[in-house]
């Protein structure tokens, strides 16, 4: 299997190349610019590994929720891709790669609620699972709320809090939710990446689940509407 992933949805900026098990990446963390770095972070990836973009199965994306310029960016640099290497493409939820992240870093984790900063005083927020092949896989729907208004799945009497939400609003989500624990400072900054994008979208990309670039779409939460973003060609 030869796949690309990328993800541009937070401050965190990512590409990543799954090559026949050896995971190849390039990431960095700021606040704007991630449209310059993006594409030359997968030209970075293809060089190394020696590819072109037809010699790839598949794209995989962060499609959302995050901030609006960023999961659009994203979306728009699949389409581009896709349309001009004739790919298919794997959309993965950025909280879904938190949680994977989470799991990973966390062995003893099996139950996992990420909380990201979606500003406005609120925050995206969904629950998942570890499977017994050690992935993320999500328990119920993602949701865009106050901090005040989260909720653990039934049958949860606890979990494991991740991501920058508990940071941004930890004092809200303690009162809220008093059993989970978040006091790990490793996991209570973490954002996606497109590695863990990369491990999540393989089983897909194996199965044969891979979707036509014009299915690439952002999912944003806030308006619960997803919107499509137009083909682009790639650069050069």
Known sequence: MKLLALDTATESCSAALLMDGQLLTREEEFARGHAERILPMIDELLSEAQLSLRQLDAIAFGRGPGSFTGVRLGVTVTQGLAFGSGLGVVPISDLQAVAQRALQMDPAANRILVCNDARMSE?????????????????????????????????WLTATGVGRGFVAYGEALRMALPTVRADNPFLTQLLPRA??????????????????????????????????????????
């Open 123 to 155: 925050v995206y927020w969904g629950c998942y699972e570890r499977t017994s092949d050690g992935l993320a896989q999500a328990l119920g729907e993602e949701h865009v709320s106050k901090p005040s208004q989260l909720e653990l799945p039934p049958g």
């Open 195 to 236: 590695a863990e994008i990369a491990l999540l979208a393989a089983p897909a990309v194996t199965a044969g689940r891979i979707l036509p670039p014009e299915a690439a779409i952002p999912i944003y939460l806030r308006d619960n509407v997803a919107h499509v973003a137009q083909p682009t060609k790639p650069a050069g």
